[in-house]
């Protein structure tokens, strides 16, 4: 009988003890799955940063490149046939002196416009300007999917030595992403202002943003030709061919 429940005793510490083993043995594979799977998740954020770093040093050092070859190209253009006014004269020379201070500048200018009525116009217009040798921050081109849209844009208006706002009848409206990209290029003398579908007696019910009510018309000029306005403005004077 001694014998007996001596092995039963001795079975039932085998069990348990092999319990203890199993649970302790599942528990090490969890924590180690846990710390492969963190470890993993950093290796594939460093990764995903370094790329991502690359991608973009490779896009602003192809933009350059495209630029510079555009600039060449302009350069052997004929003279601009264009005529500025003279309070369009005046934006442009004051945008010129401002730019003096802006050398170091990724991008020559940030287009702001709003979607609802000014992406078509806003996007002929950023077309005409990099045919000119312009490099534009645009956000149908420039957001990268997966990073915060607002950082991007903070950067993007970092980036540009000028900004050029396209003015229609909704961006008067005071659209939130409009309103924050135009209040960060407002305050300084850099601002290009392009009037579709509105006029400046509608500037004057906007808060009197503009620190002077001159701009770039539609109803009057082209898009070419706001555009090589706009590249006489921002870029410097030894790649502008353009007619005073």
């Known amino acids: ?123 002929q217009l950023v077309s005409s300007l990099q045919e000119l040798g312009v490099s534009v921050w645009f956000d149908f081109v420039s957001i990268e999917p997966g990073v915060s849209q607002a950082l991007q844009m903070d950067r993007g208006l970092r980036a540009a030595r000028a900004g050029v706002v396209v003015l229609t009848p909704a961006y008067l409206t005071g659209r939130f992403w409009t309103e924050r990209e135009l209040g960060a290029l407002l305050h300084k003398p850099r601002l290009i202002p392009v009037l579709h579908n509105v006029t400046f007696d509608d500037l004057r019910e906007y808060s009197g943003i503009l620190p002077d009510l001159a701009g770039f018309e539609t109803s009057r000029d082209s898009i070419p030709d706001i555009a090589e306005k706009i590249a006489g403005a921002v870029l410097p004077p030894e790649v502008t061919a353009l007619a005073p």
């Open 1 to 123: 009988e001694i014998r007996r429940r001596v092995q039963q005793a001795q079975r039932a510490a085998q069990r348990e003890a092999e319990r203890n083993l199993k649970k302790a043995v599942t528990d090490l594979n969890r924590q180690a799955e846990r710390e492969v799977a963190a470890y993993n998740r950093r290796v594939d954020a460093h990764n995903r940063r370094v790329v991502a770093d690359y991608n973009k040093r490779a896009d602003q050092h192809n933009q350059r490149v495209v630029a510079d070859l555009n600039r060449r190209l302009h350069t052997a253009r004929p003279a601009s046939t264009v005529r500025y006014t003279v309070e369009e004269q005046r934006l442009a020379d004051r945008v010129q002196a401002a730019l003096v201070d802006q050398p170091d500048r990724e991008i020559d200018v940030f287009a702001s416009y709003a979607r609802i009525d000014g992406a078509e116009v806003a996007g």
